[in-house]
T-cell receptor, first 114, second 111 residues
Framework: NAGVTQTPKFQVLKTGQSMTLQCAQDMNHEYMSWYRQDPGMGLRLIHYSVGAGITDQGEVPNGYNVSRSTTEDFPLRLLSAAPSQTSVYFC?????????????FGPGTRLTVL | SQQGEEDPQALSIQEGENATMNCSYKTSINNLQWYRQNSGRGLVHLILIRSNEREKHSGRLRVTLDTSKKSSSLLITASRAADTASYFCATFSGGYNKLIFGAGTRLAVHP
């Protein structure tokens, strides 16, 4: 299994540009989520999904859109990039079965908005 | 605001010493999870403790949970330089779908 994969690894945008961060998992997990991590801080939940066709907002959803058309993919769209969105973005999928409840994280996308 | 808050923010110890990190949270929980993050990497799940458990062990890790004080601690025994990383606690907030992380404890273990 590849686990959780994210592309791209690095991205530089200009203010106002839009882009999509890709996330895919091959573990057949229903639950997926997006976090951002600013320097020296913990992760803040942007959006999450409990299954294909179902998404909901996290702690900091403004400026981001998500959709979940398949179990495997959960892309994050930046509609009009702002310098405040400079951050490292992590995608995660969750295994929740019986006594197991574990989030598996991707390697992250480092985004800089100029 | 974040559900979990770790203490201390940073910890520096020598190899072989024990490292203790604390986490406080605000609302009632179903379980509390600890994660580790090496510099520049994604988070890795370490251990989960359920609300009806008071203590759990996994290798050199020992986690305790005190639901009356809304706090948890992570103890790493006989630390190694390879344990150098940031450690985060996480709990579910507002239902069972929003996993919220604290700001983390940065642990440095010196050879």
């Amino acid at each position: 299994n590849a686990g959780v994969t994210q592309t791209p690894k690095f991205q530089v945008l200009k203010t106002g540009q839009s882009m999509t961060l890709q996330c895919a998992q091959d573990m057949n997990h229903e639950y997926m989520s997006w976090y951002r991590q600013d320097p020296g801080m913990g992760l803040r939940l942007i959006h999450y999904s409990v299954g294909a066709g179902i998404t909901d907002q996290g702690e900091v959803p403004n400026g981001y859109n998500v959709s979940r058309s398949t179990t495997e993919d959960f892309p994050l769209r930046l509609l009009s990039a702002a310098p405040s969105q400079t951050s490292v973005y992590f995608c995660a999928s969750r295994q929740s079965q019986g006594i197991v409840d574990t989030q598996y994280f991707g390697p992250g996308t480092r985004l800089t908005v100029l | 605001s974040q559900q979990g808050e770790e203490d201390p923010q940073a910890l520096s110890i020598q190899e072989g010493e024990n490292a203790t990190m604390n986490c406080s949270y605000k609302t009632s929980i179903n379980n509390l999870q600890w994660y580790r993050q090496n510099s520049g990497r994604g988070l890795v799940h370490l251990i989960l403790i359920r609300s009806n458990e008071r203590e759990k062990h996994s290798g050199r890790l020992r986690v305790t949970l005190d639901t009356s004080k809304k706090s948890s601690s992570l103890l790493i025994t006989a630390s190694r330089a390879a344990d150098t990383a940031s450690y985060f606690c996480a709990t579910f907030s507002g239902g069972y779908n929003k996993l919220i992380f604290g700001a983390g404890t940065r642990l440095a273990v010196h050879p």
